[in-house]
């Protein structure tokens, strides 16, 4: 018995020592931007997402708990236990977005008492995973918090304001961090050296990395008219998770329109509009960006693995703004967040002149199953350009638009035939009421695709 007993004790020691934290994927949900939605259709994005490969949802809500709030959360996790398979959802308590300011301690023990233990919520260690959006002025309240949680909670803040060098007073009542120090400053491309700094502040404990294709806002009633580079970020960020290897990624964001760096299809009903009554309608009609879906499951296998996957369907993805970055008036819009900083970044960032930050270029990211492989590329009646792949798995390019107009033809193609391909929306030479719209056009094309199939190419899988 003493035997059994010492036995039993080393193999729980050891099944904690060993206890896997992530890696896993969750993609951000705006939650003030379902307040239109039904269980179905949150079973629907659920859908999509579990396409893409994400393991769950981070549901940012903001003050106060009420009716649309309320609702919606329980519609999500209605959703998450009627639809097939494992989808994940925690929440991302936004200290900063509320009507009615910061959270309260009382609320947020009553959300995570009531859905902290639902199956469909995201554990760690068998702890709900919770997280913030900020909140630094609210940081004496979690131990509170986790205490009143029966079995405690697994909590990673995000309190970027305080700087990787900040974090580390907090240790006692954290079990990791996320970053929202995604975006490049300036006109420059983004590094992982935050994310490094960030990781080594907390040590042994777990990291959220954040990856986000883009960000353009222009709500001037909610003071933000801003633009940061995003450009080749969409891929140079997957790929610096291979660098960082946090624990776990989230994905900035599933469905904020505001600021044009959702990844969902775009949902009417769900795109905000400031307090001046004007919508981000007007840059986010006619720019779906579904189409940096379609190397999810690759980027984020890659990801997992820590080496790239096997390839079973080649692929094409691209993106462009619709004309040149100086061809329209700013409307007011700066480069980066500026003067001041209000969007969780640890110092005030530079003013940039739009036109700076920006690269007038097409990018453009192909998955190639086997060499030898080109990638075409035609802006307009321009004669074609051949690229050839350097290799089986992605290859990343850009081509600047050099003054050509017209639609945006790219291909994956073999022994001079397209294997895959894919024509977007005309480049113009100027934006017809000469307000320029710094939002992505996102297009895609994969051999999966009923058309490309058709045409006998399933011999690859
Ligand atoms: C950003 O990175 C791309 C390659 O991914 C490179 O072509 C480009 O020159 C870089 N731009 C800047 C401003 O560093
Ligand atoms: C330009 O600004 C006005 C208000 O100042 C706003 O209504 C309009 O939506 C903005 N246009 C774009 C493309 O953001
Ligand atoms: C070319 O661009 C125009 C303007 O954006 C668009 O109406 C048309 O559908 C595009 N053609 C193709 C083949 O996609």
Known sequence: MSFCRLLCLLSVAVAVANAQVGPAVFAHVIVGNTAAYDVAQWQTEIGVAQEATIDGFALNIGTPLAGTTQTQIANAFAAAAAQPGDFKLFFSFDYLGGADGPWAASDVISILSQYGGNAAHYKVNGQPLVSTFEGTGNTGDWSSIASSVNGGIYFMPDWTSLGPGGIGQYSDIIQGAFSWDMWPDGPNNITDDSDKAWQSALGSKSFMMGVSPWFYTDLPGYDKAWVWRGDDMWHTRWMQTLDVKPQFVEIVTWNDYGESHYINDIYEAGIPYDNEGNSAAAYVNGFPHAGWRSLLPYYIAMYKNNAPPSVSDEIIQYWYRLAPVASGQTNGTTGNDCPSSINGASAPQS?????????????????????????????????????????????????????????????????????????GPAIAESWPNDVAIYNAWVGTASTADGANARRGLQWRR
Do not use: K, M, W
Not at 364 to 370: H, I, P, Q, R
Not at 384 to 390: D, L, Q, R, Y
């Open 351 to 423: 003013c940039y002149p739009v036109d700076d930050i920006l690269e007038d270029a097409v990018f453009f990211t192909a998955l190639v199953g086997s060499l030898p492989a080109d990638i075409t590329f035609a802006i307009g009646d321009a004669q074609p350009e051949s690229i050839a792949a350097t290799q089986v798995g992605l290859n990343h390019f850009s081509r600047a638009f050099n003054g050509q107009t017209g639609n945006v033809t790219v291909a994956i193609s073999r022994n001079g035939a397209d294997v895959v391909s894919s024509t």
